[in-house]
C-alpha cells in the first residue's frame, strides 16, 4: 500500500513518472528526465519489491509447513501449487530488477555512469537487468491465474482435473524455462546470430508446457458434466484469448518476424490477448468463483454473464484491430499519427471498445454492490466443489477448520471418506489464533520514510526512516506469539 501511495503521489510533486513502463536507458537519465519523475518511479518499485518478497517468502513457508495432514504436495489445489510456484519466481526474479533501479538511483543520484555509454557504461545493461526480470513477471501475473482455471474448470464440469501431474509439472517448467527467453525483448538490439537463435529456440520451446496445460483443461470439459455458470464462462473465455496470444507469441519467437514487429502495434495486441484476455478473464473466474466463500453471498448470474459478454466482446473490439494496425505499420510509444495512412478506423472501433470495457466494468462493481446488500445466501457449498475450503462456512471463521481435517485424496470433498472428521463439529472448542501484528505496518512505514528522504534528497529524513525499519524489524522478530 505504501509503495503504491508513494509511487501515485509522483503526480502531485510534477507529474507521473515519463521513461516507459520498462525505464529504458538512457531515457531514465537526468538528462533526459530531469525533475523527481523516475525516482519516484526507482523508489516506489523498490518498497514493492520488498512487499513482493516478503509476500513470496510468507506463501513458501506456508504451503510448505501448514499443509493439513495427509496434503502431500501432489494432492494440493492447482491454485496452491501454481501460487507455490509464483513464489519461488518472484524471489528470483526481483533481485535482478533490484539490482538495476539501484544502478539507476547511483546514476541518477550520486553521478555513477553504469548506463552511460560515453562514461564506459552500458544501456543494455539496463535491458539485460530489466528483461531477465520482466519476462517472469509475465509468469508471476499468469501463473496464478493458470492455477485458479485449474479449479474452476473441474468444479464446473464434476470431473477430477485431467493430467493432474502434467498440469503441475508443468507449470515448474513455465517457471524455470520463464528465466530462459528474456532476450527475446532485445532482437532489435543487435544480439547477433547466436543470442537470436538461443533465445528463438528458448521462446518456442516455452509454448509446450503452456500447450499441455490448455489440452488439459480441454479434456477435463471434454465429457463432462458442464454447469455453464459466470466462473466458467470466464475460463472458457479464458483459453480462448489466451490462445490468441500465445500464437502471436509464437510468431515474436522468430527473431526475424520480431524485428519488423517489435515496435508496432502488433506487440501491443499480444500483450494484451496475454495479460487482459489471460490474466484479467481468469481473475474475474476466480472472482465469481470465491467470492461466495469469501463473504457468504451469491453474485447475480444474470448480471455476471451481461459483464461477461460485455467484457468479451469489448476486449475484442478495443485489441484485435490492433493486430491489423501493427502490421500495417504503426508504431506504438508514439501518441499520434498523421492521417490518410489508414489507420483512423480501426483506432475508432479500439476506442469505441475501451469506452465498452470500461462499462463492463462498472456491470461488475454494481453486481458486487448489489450482491453484497441483497444477494442470495450461498452456504458452505454452492458449487459443489472439491476443495477443503467448501467443507467450512461461509465466510470462513478466522481459525477455518474447528477441528483438522485429515486428507486422503486430491479432491477430499469428491471422495467418499475423503474428509474423515467433522471440520465444524460445534463441540470441539474454536482453535486459538496468534496474536496480530502492527510490526510489519511499522516496518513498511519506515521503508516509505526511506523513499521520501531519497527522492527529496535530505538526509536525515532517511536516517530517520532506516531507525524505524530497524526498530521495526527488532520488535517483529522478538513479539513474543502470545500477549
Same mark, same amino acid.
Given at each position: 500500500m505504501f509503495g503504491a501511495l508513494f509511487l501515485n503521489s509522483s503526480f502531485l510533486f510534477g507529474g507521473g513518472p515519463d521513461a516507459g513502463w520498462f525505464g529504458y536507458a538512457n531515457l531514465t537519465s537526468t538528462q533526459y528526465s530531469p525533475g523527481m519523475r523516475i525516482d519516484f518511479w526507482v523508489l516506489g518499485l523498490q518498497i514493492l519489491g520488498v512487499s513482493s518478497i516478503a509476500a513470496a517468502l510468507n506463501f513458501i513457508v506456508t504451503i510448505i509447513n501448514l499443509r493439513a495432514p495427509g496434503m502431500s504436495l501432489m494432492r494440493m489445489p492447482l491454485f496452491t501449487w501454481m501460487t507455490f510456484v509464483t513464489s519461488f519466481l518472484l524471489i528470483l526474479a526481483f533481485p535482478a530488477i533490484t539490482v538495476g533501479l539501484v544502478l539507476l538511483l547511483f546514476d541518477?543520484?550520486? @553521478?555513477? =555512469?553504469f548506463f552511460n555509454p560515453a562514461a564506459g557504461g552500458d544501456v543494455l545493461l539496463w535491458q539485460h537487468l530489466f528483461w531477465i526480470f520482466g519476462h517472469p513477471e509475465v509468469y508471476i501475473l499468469l501463473l496464478p491465474g493458470l492455477g485458479v482455471i485449474s479449479e474452476v474448470i473441474p468444479t464446473f464440469s464434476r470431473k477430477p482435473l485431467f493430467g493432474y501431474p502434467f498440469v503441475v509439472y508443468s507449470g515448474i517448467l513455465i517457471a524455470f524455462l520463464g528465466f530462459g527467453v528474456w532476450a527475446h525483448h532485445m532482437f532489435a538490439v543487435g544480439l547477433g546470430p547466436i543470442g537470436n537463435t538461443v533465445f528463438s529456440a528458448t521462446t518456442m520451446l516455452i509454448a509446450i508446457p503452456t500447450g499441455v496445460k490448455i489440452f488439459n483443461w480441454i479434456a477435463t470439459m471434454w465429457g463432462g458434466s458442464l454447469r455453464f455458470k459466470t466462473p466458467l464462462y470466464f475460463a472458457v473465455g479464458f483459453i480462448a484469448m489466451f490462445i490468441i496470444g500465445?500464437? =502471436?507469441?509464437?510468431?515474436?519467437?522468430?527473431?526475424?518476424?520480431?524485428? $519488423? $514487429?517489435?515496435d508496432s502495434y502488433f506487440v501491443v495486441a499480444h500483450i494484451h490477448y496475454v495479460l487482459f484476455g489471460g490474466v484479467i478473464f481468469a481473475l474475474f473466474s476466480g472472482i465469481y468463483y470465491w467470492f461466495p466463500k469469501i463473504t457468504g453471498k451469491m453474485l447475480s448470474e444474470g448480471i455476471g454473464k451481461a459483464h461477461f459478454w460485455l467484457m468479451l466482446i469489448a476486449f475484442n473490439l478495443t485489441f484485435f484491430p490492433q *493486430?491489423?494496425?501493427?502490421? *500495417? @505499420?504503426?508504431?506504438?510509444r508514439t501518441f499520434t499519427y498523421q492521417e490518410g495512412l489508414g489507420f483512423e478506423a480501426m483506432n475508432l472501433m479500439s476506442t469505441i471498445g475501451s469506452l465498452v470495457l470500461g462499462f463492463s466494468i462498472l456491470i461488475f462493481l454494481?453486481?458486487?454492490? *448489489?450482491?453484497?446488500?441483497?444477494?442470495? =445466501?450461498? @452456504?458452505?457449498?454452492?458449487?459443489?466443489g472439491a476443495t477443503l475450503e467448501w467443507a467450512i462456512d461461509s465466510p470462513p471463521p478466522h481459525y477455518n477448520f474447528r477441528v483438522e481435517p485429515v486428507v486422503h485424496s486430491r479432491d477430499p470433498l469428491w471422495v467418499e471418506g475423503g474428509l474423515d472428521v467433522d471440520v465444524n463439529d460445534p463441540t470441539a472448542p474454536e482453535p486459538h489464533m496468534p496474536s496480530p501484528s502492527l510490526w510489519p505496518c511499522i516496518l513498511a512505514f519506515g521503508l516509505l520514510v526511506v523513499a521520501i528522504g531519497a527522492v527529496s534528497k535530505t538526509l536525515p529524513v532517511v536516517l530517520a526512516g532506516a531507525g524505524v525499519v530497524v526498530v521495526a524489524i527488532y520488535g517483529w522478530a522478538f513479539q513474543p506469539l502470545e500477549r
Open positions: 541518477r543520484t550520486f @553521478g555513477t =555512469s500465445g500464437l =502471436s507469441g509464437v510468431m515474436h519467437s522468430s527473431a526475424a518476424a520480431d524485428l $519488423q $514487429q517489435t *493486430h491489423y494496425l501493427g502490421m *500495417h @505499420g504503426m508504431p506504438r454494481w453486481n458486487v454492490f *448489489h450482491s453484497l446488500r441483497k444477494g442470495e =445466501s450461498a @452456504g458452505p457449498d454452492p458449487w459443489g
